[in-house]
C-alpha cells in the first residue's frame, strides 16, 4: 500500500507566526495531492488540491502548497497564521489514473496561541 | 449539489453485537465510495472502497464488511464488534482522478 508521511505530529505557533507542514509520499506514478483541515467538531473540508500544471497551489484562507516532484513532497504553508487556523491538518494522496483509493497521512495537530 | 449522508451520528454498542452504518450520496451517479476509520495519532486509515454496485475492496483485513447494494448506498457492517473497532468512522465520495473526496460527518463508535 501507498503511504503518506506527515512527520510534525504536533505544531504550537504564536499568532503571526509562518506555517510550514511537511507531507512525503511513497507512490512513484502521477499522483493526486490534497491537504485537507478538521476544524474541532467540525468534518473534514479541502484546503486545496493539486492535479496538473503549476506546482505552486493556492488554497482557502491564504493557504498555499508547493509539489516538489523529485522529493516526492507536497508541503503546505500560510506565511501568518491566524488562532481561527487552531486545528487538525492531513495530507492525502490518489494515484492519479491507476488507483481509487485516496491515502492520508497520520495528521498534525495545529496550535494557534492568541 | 453533491450532499452526503452518514448516520448516526454517535452509536454505543456492546461486545459481541452486530453493527450497521449507512452512507448515502446525492447529486452523483456512479461514484467511487470510501469507508474510512479515523483514530487519534493514526490519521485515516481506508477500510473499503467500492467503484460500483456489488464491487468491495478491502485495504485492511479486520472484524468489519462492507456493501453496496445501490449506486449511492455504502454499508459498514460487522456481525460481532469487537472493543478494538470503537472509533470514528467516515465515509466519502470521489470521482478520481477528476475529484477529491468529499466526506460525510461521521459517526463516532465506542463498543462497550
Known amino acids: 500500500a501507498q503511504s503518506v508521511s506527515q512527520h510534525n505530529h504536533h505544531v504550537i505557533l504564536s499568532e503571526a507566526a509562518s506555517l510550514e507542514l511537511g507531507c512525503n509520499y511513497s507512490?512513484?506514478?502521477?499522483?493526486?495531492l490534497f491537504w485537507y483541515v478538521q476544524y474541532p467538531g467540525q468534518h473534514l473540508q479541502l484546503l486545496l488540491k493539486?492535479?496538473?500544471?503549476?506546482?505552486l497551489v493556492k488554497g482557502i484562507k491564504g493557504f498555499e502548497a508547493e509539489f516538489i516532484k523529485s522529493k516526492f513532497s507536497f508541503n503546505l504553508r500560510k506565511p501568518s497564521v491566524q488562532w481561527s487556523d487552531t486545528a487538525e491538518y492531513f495530507c492525502?494522496?490518489?494515484?492519479?489514473?491507476?488507483?481509487?483509493?485516496?491515502?492520508f497521512g497520520t495528521g498534525t495537530s495545529l496550535t494557534v496561541i492568541p | 449539489s453533491q450532499t452526503i449522508h452518514q448516520w448516526p451520528a454517535t452509536l454505543v454498542q456492546p461486545v459481541g453485537s452486530p453493527l450497521s452504518l449507512e452512507c448515502t450520496v446525492e447529486?452523483?451517479?456512479?461514484?467511487?465510495l470510501y469507508w474510512y476509520r479515523q483514530a487519534a495519532g493514526r490519521g485515516l486509515q481506508l477500510l473499503f472502497y467500492s467503484v460500483g454496485i456489488g464491487q468491495i475492496s478491502s485495504e485492511v483485513p479486520q472484524n468489519l464488511s462492507a456493501s453496496r447494494p445501490q449506486d449511492r448506498q455504502f454499508i459498514l457492517s460487522s456481525k460481532k464488534l469487537l472493543l478494538s473497532d470503537s472509533g470514528f468512522y467516515l465515509c466519502a465520495w470521489a470521482t478520481p482522478p477528476d475529484t477529491e473526496a468529499f466526506f460525510g460527518q461521521g459517526t463516532r463508535l465506542t463498543v462497550v
Open positions: 493539486y492535479f496538473s500544471g503549476d506546482p
Open positions: 507512490y512513484g506514478g502521477t499522483v493526486n
Open positions: 447529486g452523483t451517479s456512479n461514484p467511487n
Open positions: 492525502a494522496v490518489n494515484p492519479a489514473f491507476t488507483g481509487n483509493q485516496f491515502y
